[in-house]
């Protein structure tokens, strides 16, 4: 994964976190649920950008 993949995702994750946190100071459940969402997307922009190193290391190998 590169570093700008990893960053992007990153950042996604700390968006997600801090509009989650602000839906539940104000009480809005939209904001709740779309900074889930987020930390969502990010999770998954991980898990793929994961699974493509993994692939690459076992090409190498070979």
Known sequence: MSVEDRAKATGKNIEGAAQEALGNITGDPKD???????????????????????????????
């Open 32 to 62: 709740k649920a779309q900074g889930k969402a987020k930390q969502k997307q990010a999770e998954a922009s991980h898990t793929i950008e994961d699974a493509k190193d993994a692939v690459k290391d076992a090409v190498d190998k070979v």
